[in-house]
């Protein structure tokens, strides 16, 4: 990989992806999408973890290569920078119910990079940011549907 | 199964998460307390914003239209 500098980072993010016990239906097809948008250079996977929360409520953390068949997601592999540390674990764990698997996913968005580092060049500084869910998108429109309707 | 040395040192995540909420009640009414954010979003798109209605709930909320906002 060509040496960035960490003005040329675009923000990193996180996401825990839980398939609870009795609904885990794993075809491959997430795998498919992950490497698109890697190759593609939307974003650049850094770190994969697998998590497993016991009934008990231990957990157990497992790598890429740890898992018995890889298949495509072998190429990331030795691209992966090992960003969370053990101790990171039990935090990212907490947010799974007991019974359930959870892929943790760290990757950064390439694709906003060069925009992050106009605004970090402009004096801007990142002091919010978030994710809408759709559904309450969707709620929220509906409410106004609604108080239209009665006329407020 | 325990993680290799790769895995030793300090965590970036900080402290437990919380399971994100998945419905509509996520939304607060009124004025947001995170309203600066919409700065860097007037800076990429000028003018009146239905683009993440348009963009995400397409067939709900007519692009255009006069928006939810009541300022």
Redesign the interface.
């Known amino acids: 990989m060509t040496e960035r500098s960490l003005d040329d980072l675009g923000p990193v993010d996180y996401l825990i992806v839980e398939f609870p016990a009795g609904a885990q239906n794993f075809t491959g097809e997430g795998a498919d999408e992950l490497l698109r948008l890697h190759d593609t250079g939307i974003i650049r996977i850094m770190d994969v973890l697998i998590l497993a929360k016991n009934d008990d409520g231990s957990v157990e953390a497992m790598e890429l290569s740890d898992l018995p068949e890889l298949g495509e997601l072998t190429r990331l592999e030795a691209q992966l920078a090992q960003t969370l540390a053990e101790e990171d674990v039990e935090n990212l764990a907490a947010a799974m119910d007991p019974g359930s698997v959870a892929g943790v996913l760290v990757y950064e968005n390439l694709w906003a990079a060069p925009f992050a580092s106009a605004m970090r060049r402009a004096g801007g500084q990142l002091i919010a940011n978030g994710r809408i869910p759709i559904q309450a998108i969707i709620a929220a429109v509906e409410a106004d549907a609604a108080l239209e309707a009665v006329g407020v | ?1 325990p ?2 040395p ?22 607060s009414p009124g004025p947001s307390p ?1 309203a ?2 919409a700065v ?1 979003g007037a ?2 798109s000028p003018g009146p914003s239905p683009i ?2 348009a963009a ?2 397409g067939a ?2 007519t692009p255009g239209g006069p928006g ?1 906002r009541r300022f």
Do not use: T
């Open positions: 199964m993680l290799g790769g895995r030793r040192g300090v965590g970036v995540i900080g402290a437990p998460v919380a399971k994100a909420a998945v419905v509509g009640a996520a939304i995170v600066k954010a860097v800076a990429v993440a209605k995400v709930v709900v909320v939810r």
